[in-house]
C-alpha cells in the first residue's frame, strides 16, 4: 500500500464537500421558508445538486475508513446499530492497543474526539434540525481526521520498514 500523503487535500475535500452542502441546505431551507410561488416549488428539485458535495466527502470518508482498518490488518467493522461508534471509536481503541503492542511512539489520537464526533454525527443526521449540530461537528470531524490521517500516515511508514 503506498504512503498516505496530502492529509490537506483529504481533508480540504472532506470538509470542503460537507461545507458546501451545509451552506446551500440551509439556504435552501431559508429559500423554502420565507420563499411564495415558484420559489418554494424549485426548492425541492434543488436539494440534490445542494447534497452532491455531501456524496462526493462521504465517498471519501468512506475510503479514509476502509484504508485506516487496513492499516491496522483489520477489516472495516459491518455496518449495525453502532457502526458509526464502533468504526470510529473502535479503530482509535484498536490503533492504541497495536502501538501498545508493536511498543511503538505513534501519533496519539483522541478516543474522546472520536465519540464526540460519532455522536454528533447521529444527531445531526435528524433533516433540518441536524443542520446546526452538523455545522458545530465540522470542528470535531476536523480534529478527529486530522489526528487519524497522521496516524494512518504513521502506521503505513512503519508498516514499510518491517517489510
Known sequence: MAQFR???LWLAA??????????????????????????????????LPAMLPLLVAIQLHLRLLRRMWASLGLACPQPSLGWIDEVHYGWVQRYQGYLQQQELD??????????VFGGLLLISAVPVAGLPVAAFNLLFQGLFLS???????????????EV
Do not use: C, K, T
Not at 20 to 42: I, K, P, T
Not at 108 to 113: K, T
Open 6 to 8: 496530502h492529509r490537506i
Open 14 to 47: 472532506i470538509l470542503g464537500g460537507v461545507s458546501l452542502s451545509l451552506l446551500m441546505g440551509a439556504f435552501l431551507v431559508y429559500v423554502f421558508a420565507e420563499g411564495r410561488g415558484r420559489d418554494r416549488q424549485v426548492v425541492p428539485l434543488l436539494w
Open 106 to 115: 505513534g501519533p496519539p489520537v483522541s478516543a474522546r474526539g472520536a465519540r
Open 147 to 161: 489526528q487519524a490521517i497522521r496516524a494512518l500516515r504513521f502506521l503505513e511508514a512503519s508498516n514499510h520498514r
